[in-house]
């Protein structure tokens, strides 16, 4: 099975802070994401990577950053954290970009204060 | 522009009680549309793709069938370990990532 293990649970940081959740798969897959889960308005994709090095935005990029230095890791940055990104933040992987299913980690909740 | 429809947003069964949910989307291409299922605080778990339409798929009380604008996941004669939120997604023709519906939570009682 394949496992995408997401390095915190729950995290907790202050206005301005820079904050880094990490993301680790172990099925070699080429395709990494990263998404925000907020309630009434479901999963909404922040930044995608198709290899390493690579990088695509998403449907909401904005105050966001990704790191793909290795392929089994993807880095999602906060470059300046804010309340309103107070959020579950959900990792994934896939084998192809097309018509693969994607496999979650399971989450990291963040709070900005 | 490509959406996907999730209804009801909440729905509350008894145990032995079937029920569908529905997923109804527009897209350009349809490549593939996807079930998950998500338990509270975890990430969401796949259970099901499906690639055309009269296409049908199929795990333990669950049945997920596709038409050409919509998909139903059929729940029969549900346990409360069924309770979660069930998620669709598709694949466009782009493929770059997929789309979501915002999700239907079901709650199954004794």
């Known amino acids: 099975d394949v496992k995408v293990t997401q390095s915190s649970r729950y995290l907790v940081k202050r206005t301005g802070e820079k904050v880094f959740l990490e993301c680790v798969q172990d099925?070699?897959?080429?395709?990494m994401f990263w998404y925000r889960q907020d309630p009434g308005l479901g999963l909404r994709l922040i930044y995608f990577s198709y290899d390493v090095k690579m990088k695509e935005k998403g449907d909401i990029p904005e105050g966001y950053s990704v790191s793909r230095e290795k392929k089994e890791r993807f880095s999602l940055i906060l470059e300046s954290a804010s309340t309103n990104q107070t959020s579950m933040y959900l990792c994934?992987?896939?084998?192809?970009?097309?018509?693969?299913?994607?496999?979650f980690g399971n989450g990291t909740r963040l709070t900005v204060t | 522009e490509d959406q996907v429809t999730q209804s009801p947003e909440a729905l509350r069964l008894q145990e032995g009680e079937s029920s569908s949910l529905n997923c109804s989307y527009t897209?350009?291409?349809?490549?593939?549309l996807f079930w998950y299922r998500q338990d509270p605080g975890k990430g969401p778990e796949f259970l099901f793709t499906l690639y055309s339409a009269g296409e049908e798929k199929e795990k333990e009380r669950l049945k997920a069938t596709l038409t050409k604008k919509e998909s139903f996941l059929h729940i029969t004669a549900p346990k409360p370990e069924d309770s979660a939120t069930y998620l669709c997604?598709?694949?466009?023709?782009?493929?770059?990532?997929?789309?979501f519906g915002k999700g239907t939570t079901l709650s199954v009682s004794s």
């Open positions: 099925m070699d897959h080429e395709n």
């Open positions: 994934a992987s896939s084998l192809t970009i097309i018509n693969s299913p994607l496999h």
């Open positions: 997604a598709v694949s466009n023709q782009a493929g770059t990532a997929l789309i």
């Open positions: 897209v350009s291409g349809l490549r593939g």
